[in-house]
């Protein structure tokens, strides 16, 4: 099927599409997915990192003040 195919096909247009269609916009839906999961994970971890080191340096500000006063 060609690109262009692919590309003029809507949901709304009033046909079913075809098996072969159907496979491609799945397997587009499921790459975007996976990107899309892949990016919020990253985020979500560089976020975590981030704000344990906030956390960190904290208590480091915490233990040092108690041990010298």
Do not use: C
């Not at 919020?40 to 976020?47: C, D, E, G, V």
């Not at 960190?56 to 041990?67: H, Q, V």
């Amino acid at each position: 099927m060609s690109e262009q195919e692919m590309n003029s096909y809507r949901f709304t247009s009033g046909y079913e599409p075809s098996d072969e269609m159907l496979e491609q916009i799945m397997k587009e839906i499921a790459h975007d997915a996976k990107v899309r999961q892949e990016q919020a994970t990253s985020a979500y971890f560089s976020k975590m990192r981030r704000e344990a080191e906030v956390v960190k340096a904290k208590w480091a500000d915490r233990i040092n003040n108690a041990i010298n006063g």
